[in-house]
């Protein structure tokens, strides 16, 4: 049991936090990684068992590269490069299914005005990472050419992946979900006009989209339901034994959401 593990940057260094009860937390503990970086950030964190596999990103010769964590009890880690291209890239999210791991982020395509496309890796045991194909996007001139797509969440439900991202770059236009059997063929469609996800994740029968203009459902992670919208900026959710609890900000407020999924 390795207790209660956050996840994210301390002193410009990718770091975990770790805690028995929730409630006290040890210092931050900064991660290594191979080739050396002294800026990086963990965005994404999942537990297996005894393992713990993180992605996020790690600048390297001056332009960000996607970067993955793994360590057996939350002591010690071992960090490296997911990928590493001239462009560079990030990795935002990953999830643990029954065909291993999967993570999201985007690349690069260009090294000036770049643009972004969805990017995908998979692993068995989260140590060793492939790229799988690229996943479709939206032709970034019929999206008026603007920066690309991002895949920026993903979650695993009964052996079906689902991811929600958007193209736009920063400025989050338009938002895409993707689903997929196994991580590696994946189908794309685009969500309702001015709905932009951040984050998806899996509650119940059912997978969870939190966003830009409240929630959603989906069965399939292709086909969503809107939920009652709620103005606020809603940037992540989890699943809890009595429904989900989801966070986001309204201003410069904090605003914690729970209910359930019928």
Same mark, same amino acid.
């Not at 982020?105 to 790229?131: I, K, Q």
């Not at 203009?213 to 399939?220: F, I, M, N, R, Y």
């Given at each position: 049991? +390795?207790? $209660? ?7 410009? &260094? ?18 290594? @990684? ?8 963990? +965005?994404?964190? *999942?537990?297996? /068992? ?16 996607? !970067? ?11 960090? =490296?490069?997911?990928?590493? +291209? ?5 990795? $935002? ?7 291993? $791991? *999967?993570?999201?982020?985007?690349? =690069? ?16 045991? #989260? ?23 991002? &895949?920026?969440? *993903?979650?695993? @439900? /009964? ?5 929600? /991202? ?8 338009? #938002? ?11 189908? &794309? ?12 994740? !899996?509650?119940?029968?059912? $997978? ?25 900026? &809603?940037?992540?959710?989890?699943? +809890?034994?009595?429904?989900? *609890?989801?966070?986001? @900000? ?13």
């Amino acid at each position: 049991d +390795t207790g $209660f593990v956050a996840a994210g940057r301390s002193n410009g &260094m990718a770091a975990v936090w770790t805690s028995d009860d929730g409630r006290a937390w040890a210092p931050a503990h900064n991660l290594p @990684l191979s080739p050396s970086s002294n800026d990086s950030e963990v +965005t994404g964190l *999942v537990v297996s /068992g005894r393992e713990l596999v993180a992605v996020g990103w790690a600048n390297v010769g001056g332009i960000p590269q996607p !970067a993955t964590w793994v360590s057996d009890g939350a002591t010690e880690w071992v960090g =490296r490069l997911l990928s590493s +291209t001239a462009q560079g890239g990030e990795a $935002f999210s990953l999830t643990a299914g029954p065909h291993g $791991f *999967v993570a999201v982020g985007d690349l =690069r395509t260009t090294s000036f005005d770049p643009v972004l496309s969805p990017a995908v890796w998979v692993s068995s045991d #989260g140590r060793s990472w492939t790229s799988a194909p690229p996943p479709p996007a939206p032709d970034p001139q019929s999206q008026g050419g603007e920066a690309g797509t991002t &895949m920026h969440s *993903v979650a695993n @439900l /009964g052996g079906t992946y689902a991811a929600v /991202g958007w193209d736009g770059g920063e400025s989050a236009q338009d #938002g895409f979900a993707w689903a997929s059997p196994d991580g590696l063929t994946w189908k &794309m469609a685009p969500l309702d006009e001015n709905v932009v996800a951040e984050n998806v994740t !899996a509650v119940g029968s059912e $997978f969870l989209a939190v966003g830009l203009d409240g929630l959603g459902t989906s069965q399939d992670g292709l086909h969503w339901s809107q939920a009652p919208r709620i103005a606020v900026l &809603m940037f992540v959710a989890t699943s +809890t034994p009595d429904g989900f *609890v989801a966070a986001g @900000l309204d201003g410069n407020s904090v605003v914690v959401v729970t209910g359930k999924l019928p």
